[in-house]
């Protein structure tokens, strides 16, 4: 499933990650090589990153560790749906409310 994966870093850990020998970019640079997002973006301002990204249960898993671990923070995954999916979609969602007993 593609997530919308927002990423706050914390001042404290981005400052540490600022002085430290190869900075924040080698922790960045494996994260976009291993998850491969579509996109990618850093928030202007703030150590803050938005990526968009196809998902599985043991890579969301794996991207909060590395994230926990050098960002002391954790990601917030946000589900996306294709915007071509959701005619379909919404008509198959309305079909089963009007079908419920509520």
Not at 16 to 29: A, S, T, V
Not at 78 to 86: D, H, K, V
């Amino acid at each position: 499933m593609h997530y919308l994966v927002y990423i706050e870093v914390p001042a404290e850990a981005g400052t540490r990650l600022d002085f430290e020998e190869e900075g924040p970019g080698q922790i960045l640079g494996y994260m976009m090589n291993r998850f491969a997002p579509e996109a990618a973006y850093i928030q202007a301002g703030m150590r803050a990153v938005f990526m968009v990204a196809d998902l599985n249960e043991a890579q969301m898993t794996e991207l909060m560790l590395i994230v926990s671990k050098k960002f002391g923070t954790y990601p917030e995954f946000t589900a996306l749906i294709p915007a071509a999916a959701i005619p379909e979609m919404v008509g198959k969602a309305i079909e089963e409310v009007k079908k419920a007993q509520i």
